[in-house]
């Protein structure tokens, strides 16, 4: 999952280039058949080189011998990048203003909304006739993923690979604690509890939420969004940004209750490695409660490739679902939470054939293109029957995908996100270094008005 964007207003665009008339894909057709065309930020041997080699030693053949089976000629193109996500992003976005580029594009989901109000992208039905609405993988895909590729209620891409927070925790330290395993707390109150229980424990910070500016989008999707989602709430919904809610209160008093209370390190949350420094002192079993992604347990704390491995991590590290404030106060009603992200593979508008991208884009996320796709790896993917197969000897990333992925919610895909984002960081920070909690409320608020366009566009 990419975490880290500077937003690119599209919009600006429609100044750097001249419009230029409707050319399709951009890729004429071969005498005997069609070109289709695939674009992702992967090059082999550079950026997400296995990506690339799946899209060229697998998919692509693949797909064309099917086609040839079934009586069409269709060839299949990939064009490689290997550049920031910001250039990526930017390049693809001149490709569809100037009506031009492949015809399944990959994207970050977080950009889907901003591509879709720029015209540059349309739903995936308008494109692809009846044959999205009855493909097979919607079922296999739950609801709440399906999310990462929505905008405005309506389908514009196919999520690839997700992920999700939960709360991790130190089996051991819970023991001398006397605090109960398996533990999973039904409020925030309860977290605050076992805090306070870890708190007799000498050397031991109880619980690590993300604060503050030093980790970034990190504070935001490992914090405040999934606590703004206990609350009933969403940073954005239904054409407002929340502004200084009882909801964004009730999230900055409870980091309110953790730092100043003595549950938490304030002094981490400002130091500039401080997110990396709180994986070591988990790992060392000096922090009780760590609030995290998945990608925790994939690559920070796994026992052989981990940057902060565990030994012991599989007996030792204890995992449960991110509570709402109080049972049923959560989105959608839910009594437990959690914010994912991930990428988006969409359809050109401009392509020249877009029922049969259609077809390619369908098949790239087919169970057996995503199994491949994996290449023997356990990572969690869009897919529920994937999963079940290949995240069976891994309970904790099976737990991800069958407890928190159905409960999930993302950040909504538009330009002005990280700016919001980075406002609601500093209030957090704010909170941890003392500012009352209203103070740093009313301060975010005026942060948000001035970047969305006025308090019209804020829900309070």
């Known amino acids: 999952m990419r975490l880290f964007h500077r937003p690119v207003l599209i919009a600006t665009l429609t100044t750097a280039v001249l419009a230029l008339p409707a050319c399709g894909s951009g890729t004429p057709a071969g005498e005997d058949g069609i070109t289709l065309t695939i674009t992702a930020n992967a090059i082999s041997g550079g ?53 031009t580029g492949a015809d399944v594009i990959d994207l970050d989901g977080i950009w889907v909304g901003e591509f879709a109000q720029a015209g540059y992208l349309k739903p995936l039905a308008e494109l692809g006739g009846t044959a999205v609405e009855t493909w097979e993988g919607w079922q296999q895909i739950p609801q709440a993923v399906q999310g990462l590729g929505i905008f405005d209620g309506k389908k514009y891409g196919l999520p690839q690979g997700t992920d999700g927070r939960v709360l991790y925790y130190n089996k051991e330290l819970f023991g001398k604690a006397g605090l109960p395993e398996p533990w999973q707390p039904k ?48 940073i954005y919904a239904g054409g407002k940004w929340a502004g200084s809610s009882q909801a964004v209160k009730d999230v900055l008093e409870f980091y309110r209750q953790i730092y100043s209370g003595g549950l938490g390190d304030p002094k981490l949350q400002q130091e500039a490695k401080g997110r990396d420094k709180s994986f070591a002192e988990f790992a060392d079993g000096r922090i009780g409660i760590l609030a995290e992604g998945d990608y925790f347990w994939r690559a920070v704390v796994d026992p052989k490739t981990g940057v902060a491995p565990m030994a012991e991590r599989d007996r030792v590290v204890g995992y449960a679902r991110i509570p709402a404030k109080q049972p049923g106060a959560g989105v959608r009603g839910q009594d437990f939470v ?32 995503v199994k491949a796709e994996l290449a023997g790896a356990a990572r969690v993917t869009s897919r529920s029957d994937v999963n079940a197969e290949v995240l ?26 990280p700016q919001v984002s980075a406002a609601l960081q500093e209030a957090t920070a704010d909170v941890v270094s003392g500012k009352p909690v209203q103070e740093a409320a009313a301060a975010y608020r005026a942060k948000v008005e001035g970047l969305v366009g006025g308090s019209g566009n804020i829900a309070d």
């Open 338 to 369: 959690s914010m994912s992200g991930g990428a988006v593979r969409v359809l050109n508008p401009f392509s020249e054939h877009p029922r049969q991208a259609w077809e390619l884009l369908s098949f790239m996320h087919s169970a057996e293109a």
């Open 187 to 234: 409020s925030w109150q309860e977290i605050l509890d076992a805090g306070a229980a870890l708190k007799r424990l000498p050397g031991v910070t109880p619980i690590q939420i993300n604060a503050g500016t030093a980790m970034g989008e990190a504070t935001t999707m490992q914090g405040a969004l999934p606590l703004l989602a206990g609350t009933g709430t969403e």
């Open 392 to 417: 069976a000897a891994d309970p904790m990333l099976k737990f991800v995908s069958e407890e928190v992925l159905p409960i999930t919610v993302y950040r909504p895909g538009l330009a002005v996100y």
């Open 47 to 99: 950026k997400n080189t296995a990506a690339a080699e799946w899209i060229k030693q697998w998919v692509i053949p693949r797909f064309e011998a099917a086609q040839k089976a079934a009586g069409r000629e269709v060839r299949v193109l990939f064009q490689p990048n290997g550049v920031g996500d910001e250039q990526y992003k930017t390049k693809v976005a001149l490709d569809l203003k100037s009506r």
